[in-house]
């Protein structure tokens, strides 16, 4: 019986989780891969790999809180990668949870104004910076532990992916203590006219607004991230400005990885 996983980086990682922060906010170019499954073995292994980040979808991924918490530990293993976590809504009870669990950054759904990116970013703030609760459970063991250690250490990303939000766009990124924003393509494709959430036929528009979005995160030097189907994909808007992207997700390589077999084998 052969056994083909790899345990090994696919390349040697010039970063540590613990510095994840301060890059990103440096407009460093980071990579980094998204989890919807409840599987921490199997998070485990792609926290091995050497992305940047593996980011765990509380929104609309297939886990709950327990499962965020495997996935944290489990990233938290390899220590490669840091763990961020989209939060299912802009609340400071989801915030806290995320963070409290030992995520590193997270990143906020359906901001629309700046006054919305204010509050997550309170959110993710001991006092006197913040309305962070204090009760850090398990991330005193990986950041901080002091608060105002967390607050160096925590980043806030907060997503635009709707047209109140493009219109807000420059407001948003002006936002203090924001460290970044993030495209999620999908939504802004529909908000923007799209039939479906890919259609080609706002492709001109969905361009034009990823442009604004990365220009305005540049002139006030905070970092801009889209998410990607793939790493092509990731490279091109990496090229385009945006410092850091998002690779699509193991549900879907999993899928794409079994049809390929199937289809290899079939002939």
């Known amino acids: 019986m052969t056994n083909s996983a790899t345990h090994a ?21 980071i990579l980094g891969y998204w989890v919807v499954l409840d599987n921490p073995v199997g998070t485990e292994r792609l926290a091995g790999l050497g992305y940047d980040y593996v980011c765990v979808d509380a929104q609309h991924g297939l ?29 400071g009870f989801w915030i806290g949870q995320a963070l409290d669990a030992g995520a590193r950054g997270v ?68 936002t203090k203590g924001l460290d970044g924003v993030y495209i999620g393509p999908s939504d802004l494709t529909i908000a923007l006219g799209g039939r479906t959430s890919t259609d080609p036929s706002v492709a001109e528009e969905f361009e034009a607004a990823l442009t604004k979005v990365a220009e305005a995160a540049k002139s006030v030097g905070i970092a801009a991230g889209i998410h990607c189907p793939n790493g092509v994909t990731a490279a091109k808007r990496l090229a385009q400005g945006f410092t850091f992207a998002t690779v699509s997700s193991d549900l879907a390589h999993l899928e794409q990885a079994a049809a390929g077999h199937l289809r290899d084998a079939l002939g």
């Open 9 to 29: 980086p696919t390349h040697a990682p010039t970063h540590s989780p613990t510095d994840f922060a301060a890059r990103l906010r440096a407009r460093r170019r």
């Open 107 to 174: 990143i906020v759904p359906l901001v629309n104004t700046a006054e919305e990116a204010a509050a997550a970013v309170s959110a993710c703030r001991y006092p006197p910076h913040g309305v962070r609760s204090y009760g850090p459970m398990r991330s005193g063991l990986r950041v901080g532990p002091t608060p105002a250690e967390a607050n160096e250490q925590v980043a806030c990303i907060v997503m635009i992916e709707t047209a109140q939000a493009l219109g807000n766009t420059a407001e948003i990124c002006a």
């Open 63 to 91: 886990l709950d809180y327990k499962g965020t918490l495997g996935a944290m530990t489990a990233i938290d293993a390899r220590g490669i990668s840091a763990g961020m976590v989209r939060v299912p809504a802009n609340d």
